[in-house]
């Protein structure tokens, strides 16, 4: 054990005290069991009052391989990513040199003292733990000493940061459902180490917390979690799904959260079923016949599920069935990297099936749009009566952030043009099952259990007429094919839209979708501090509102900033708006990481300098 007592630190001292305004990184090995300690230090300080968010960057395997978990600790409620690591927690020496170069001068390494130091950092404050020593000291069980080990650095920051260990010991009952016994084991170690951390390390560096008024108004939670709440809430009734990283989760919330929330009170039956099947395909057609029969219906998959999924998506759209598919997107082509995040399935979904095709896409930022977007999608695929893609994102779907509490639907659910018998029998001159009565390009359609006598028609995925005879006569599938984009194109300003971010006098607007709002935010600071001012604009659904080309019209230029590598969103706004193609300028790239502030800044202030040199 290497001891580190207070006479022998004599590293000059960091500078200016830092409060609530820093990065923290916890570097493991997957499968170590650091998750629970991980989220004990960003749940207390989120019970501190303090915005943070949490980022995992963990690997496809099950074990073995480094995996990183970040907290961003910012007093200005800054949630995106950073590229530097003020603190690092140091559990890994297969990756200690690698991850040292990511601290910042004056930065603070915790590690754990069995652990060979790299000698290249001399500007950098080092703090032992004895992790090994703490654990045996406190007897802990050896089938659970690899766990409890990451309980030491939970009590050694905490003391070093200033976190209440008050507030440490509450989260932990809630993290173990207030399992006393579970808590205070673990409790017992975070205690034990911050006792030696406060007698035996004398603090150096400038980071510390102090508590803030209490985030009241808020919780925290993922992006997944939210969307199937949301599409509870919403009235879910039946859920086909086949596993797939990053979007297996929300289903598992599903099944998790469902039978409490979707039981019929005197029966104590079910009214909802979930089924796992073989396949992608296999999921997605059972979807697709639910939503025939009139159940909301829904799945959720990634990139790859995608592409198995294709021709059912083709059906439905043609077929007029509506349902609700979550995109939680990775990085590809191919497997890719299955846990990383991305918005590579842009032009993919909108386009989604041989043909002539086109989808709604819906593209929630915050996970609490998620959950609003889970309710509110099912609404749209019925009042359209096509199916509706959700498009989230690894960073958005399984990371932890602090958002406001969900509330309840502020509209009853809308099922659309759905006839029943006293409808029918009341219906004005002949129904047929693709007949546009109203010129909205949205016929009405009956569902299973409808009883009268007109309600059955024959459903079909070839060419067929306004009352589903089957018909090859060019004119009767022109009509058709032009009657379906009529009512996609109508949904323009029915669909969310979009969300801005103006400042006074600015001439330049940028553009981006989904999870990256928040990169784009702070971004719109920093620029502003450079003397750059911008307008933002937040995609929330295609196809796109008439505000965008309004938005793209009245700036000079305006940066699309996205997650991908060719610029999906740049074509798609271009294809719309090639008139004003030269106003448009691509922003993109894709890492596998989410997008950060100080990128975008660059990028920016790059492009416009090249204009003024």
Not at 98 to 103: E, L, P, Q, R, V
Not at 139 to 156: S, T
Request: charged letters at 20%.
């Amino acid at each position: 054990m290497i001891s580190l007592s207070k006479a022998e630190n004599n590293k000059p001292s960091a500078g200016e005290r830092n409060v609530n305004d820093f990065c923290l990184t916890i570097c493991s090995i997957n499968g170590s069991g650091s998750a629970t300690a991980n989220n004990t230090l960003l749940r207390s300080l989120f019970r501190m009052g303090i915005p943070v968010s949490g980022k995992n960057i963990f690997p496809s395997n099950i074990k073995g391989l480094p995996t990183w978990f970040s907290i961003r600790v910012s007093k200005d409620g800054y949630l995106a990513r950073v590229a530097h690591d003020d603190i690092i927690v140091q559990m890994n020496p297969g990756t200690f040199t690698k991850d040292i170069a990511y601290n910042v001068p004056g930065g603070v390494v915790f590690f754990a003292d069995h652990i060979k130091v790299p000698h290249d950092r001399d500007d950098v404050i080092m703090y032992p733990m004895p992790v090994r020593d703490l654990i045996k000291q406190a007897a802990v069980p050896r089938n659970l000493q690899d766990y409890m080990e990451n309980m030491v650095y939970v009590g050694v920051v905490a003391e070093m940061l200033g976190i209440d260990l008050n507030v440490i010991k509450q989260t932990l009952l809630s993290q173990f459902h207030y399992k006393t016994s579970v808590a205070e084991s673990n409790f017992e170690i975070v205690q034990r180490s911050a006792d030696w951390a406060k007698n035996n390390l004398e603090k150096r560096d400038r980071y510390y917390v102090e508590p803030m008024p209490a985030l009241h108004e808020y919780i925290m939670t993922d992006g997944n979690t939210a969307g199937a709440l949301g599409a509870i809430y919403g009235g879910f009734q039946f859920c086909g799904w086949y596993p797939i990283t990053p979007a297996s989760s929300m289903v598992e919330s599903l099944i998790t959260y469902a039978p409490r929330l979707r039981q019929d009170p005197e029966s104590k039956k079910n009214n909802y079923a979930i089924v796992q099947a073989e396949d992608e395909l296999a999921a997605i057609g059972m979807v697709v016949g639910a939503g025939w029969a009139g159940l909301r219906a829904m799945s959720s998959t990634s990139g790859p599920g995608i592409s198995l999924m294709t021709e059912y998506m083709g059906l439905a759209y043609f077929s007029e069935v509506p349902l609700v598919l979550w995109d939680v997107q990775r990085v590809g082509p191919s497997t890719g990297l299955p846990t990383r995040t991305a918005q590579g399935d842009l032009t993919l979904n909108y386009f989604l099936g041989h043909g002539d095709t086109q989808h709604i896409v819906l593209i929630p930022s915050s996970v609490t749009e998620c959950f609003k977007f889970g309710w509110k999608s099912f609404d749209i695929a019925e009042k359209y009566q096509t199916p509706v893609i959700v498009l989230s994102d690894l960073d958005l779907g399984m990371n932890l952030w602090m958002t406001k509490r969900f509330e309840y639907p502020d509209q009853p659910i809308d099922r659309g043009k759905i006839l029943w018998e006293e409808d029918l029998e009341a219906f004005p001159g002949e129904w047929g099952r693709y007949l546009d009565v109203d010129g909205d390009g949205i016929p009405f359609r009956a569902v299973m259990g409808n009883s009268h006598k007109k309600a059955p028609y024959f459903s079909r995925g070839t060419g067929h007429n306004e009352f589903g005879e089957y018909s090859e006569d060019p004119e009767v599938w022109q009509s058709l094919m032009d009657r379906l984009k009529q009512k996609i194109e109508s949904s323009r300003e029915a669909l969310p839209q979009p969300v801005f971010h103006n400042l006074p006098e600015a001439k330049i607007g940028l553009i981006a979708m989904g999870s990256t709002e928040p990169a784009v935010l702070e971004a719109q600071d920093l620029l502003a501090k450079a003397g750059i001012p911008t307008d933002f604009l937040r995609v929330r659904a295609l196809p796109f509102s008439e505000q965008v080309k309004k938005f793209i019209y009245s700036h000079e230029r305006n940066y699309v900033l996205e997650l991908n590598r060719d610029g999906q969103l740049h074509q798609l706004l271009v294809l719309e708006n090639c008139e004003l193609s030269n106003q448009l300028i691509s922003c993109a790239y894709a890492d596998g990481l989410p997008m950060t502030a100080n990128w975008i800044k660059d990028i920016v202030s790059e492009k416009e300098q090249q204009r003024n040199d």
